[in-house]
Structures are given as C-alpha cells and as structure tokens.
C-alpha cells in the first residue's frame, strides 16, 4: 500500500512515521508513505500557496493550481492511480467501513489544507473524496491524514502481528470492543471480574458480550440503535 500526502508542512510527519506500527509497517515493505512539500509545484518568485478568499473575510485560502500540479504529477508516478483524497471538515466522516474500503485500494493521495480551507473547485473537480475525521475543526489536515494513515495501516494484512486483533475490536461488528484487564487481579482493592479469572471460556465470552453491548448502550447508543433496531 501506497500513501502519498501533499502538505505545506512535511516536517510535521518524521515523528508518527518513526515510531511503532507505522515504523514497523513500513519496514517490512508493507506501507509506503511519501510527504510531499506543496511548495515544490508553486510557482512565482514567493512560491505561493494561498490568496486571499473571494468576497471578503478573514484569512488565507489555498489556491488551486499548485494543488492541481501535485495531483497530476504525483498521479503519474507508480504503477497504481491513486485514490485522491481531500482532507477537511465537509467531508464525509471517517470510519471503520471507511478505513477498511481505503484499506483495497493500492494507493492514496492525501491532500492537506491549512488556513481557511482550500479553494473549492479542489473538491469539485480534482479530488475522489473528501473525507473529515470527525466534527471539529483543526488548524491543518496533517494530524487527519496520519489518522488515515495509521487506521488504513494497521488493517493491511502483515501490518499487526496477530491478525485476530484487528477482527474484533470495536466497530467490527457494529459495537464498542469490550473492556480488558491484565495482571495484577487486584490493585488498591480495584479487582478483576471475576468471569475473566474463572478460567472457562464460555463463561468469559458471555461476558465479554454483556460488556461489550452494555459500553456501547451507554457510549454510544446511535451505534447500538443501528445495530439493534
Ligand atoms: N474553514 C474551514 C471550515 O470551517 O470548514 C476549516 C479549515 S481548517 C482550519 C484548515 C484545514 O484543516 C482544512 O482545509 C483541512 O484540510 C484540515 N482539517 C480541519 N479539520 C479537519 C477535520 N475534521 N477532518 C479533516 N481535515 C480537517
């Protein structure tokens, strides 16, 4: 699997690409991941990125042709057309679906805003998707595009050492995963369930079921009702 992510700041990404699965994943030649500095397809003596919006109002917007310059450019190396992805809080909202449907494709291009956004024919014409990693707004798509990263990644079969782990968690199955414990069984009289230290496997799935519907009851009940009715 192939990311490319285009940005104005690619420093940002040397240290959540050098450490744990993503280091690991890319070593074993199972992610390939390449930051691109957008300042590389500006042109002028500025290399300038961004103008100020039509119509007034604060800020900068990042324009469309350097964007553009990096899509084509970038779309043409390799031998997989990427699935090009604009990062920004109108799009559609990531999930687990989502993360495992990004997961089969060979490649993704990632765009990165910053400033007030990016200039809307980007999302009109250039881009596949637009995708939002959730309902807040952040100063730049650098912390959303390593989320995909990392989400899409770890879904790669080879990227996690025990493939089971990533087949039930939560949201597989449409609910929250249940709650783990490890040793010691008691710690300032906080105890284990005792289910988990009975030692009989029925006993402990039961639970684990319980738990797990109950979480998500209570956290999450939109994700309860579509999966309940
Ligand atoms: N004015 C825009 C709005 O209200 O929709 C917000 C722009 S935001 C400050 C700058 C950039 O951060 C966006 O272009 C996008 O790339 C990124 N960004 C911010 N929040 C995001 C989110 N929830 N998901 C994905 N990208 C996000």
Request: hydrophobic share 40%; net charge negative; glycine share 10%.
């Amino acid at each position: 699997m192939r990311f490319d992510v285009v940005t104005i700041f690619p420093e940002f990404f040397s240290g959540p690409l050098s450490c744990g699965l993503l280091k690991r994943a890319m070593a074993a030649g199972v992610a390939s991941v390449f930051i691109h500095n957008l300042r590389d397809y500006a042109e002028g003596a500025h290399l300038q990125v961004d103008d100020t919006p039509y119509g007034g109002g604060p800020g900068m917007v990042m324009k469309p042709e350097p964007i553009w310059r990096a899509i084509e450019s970038l779309s043409a190396v390799g031998e997989e057309k990427p699935l090009v992805i604009l990062l920004s809080p109108q799009g559609s909202r990531l999930d687990q679906a989502t993360a495992f449907r990004y997961a089969t494709a060979r490649r993704l291009l990632l765009i990165s805003g910053r400033y007030e956004g990016v200039d809307h024919r980007v999302a009109e014409h250039m881009v596949d998707e637009e995708l939002s990693i959730g309902d807040y707004v952040l100063a730049g798509g650098e912390i959303a595009a390593l989320v995909v990263i990392e989400a899409v990644t770890r879904l790669i079969p080879g990227a996690v050492g025990n493939p089971d782990s990533v087949k039930a968690e939560s949201f597989v199955e449409g609910i929250l995963d249940y709650p783990q414990y490890t040793r010691p069984p008691e710690f300032r009289r906080w105890g284990v369930p005792e289910e988990l230290l009975s030692g009989n496997h029925a006993r402990v799935d039961r639970w684990r079921h319980e738990q797990a519907e109950k979480r998500t009851r209570i956290n999450r009940p939109d994700l309860f009702h579509h999966v309940h009715g």
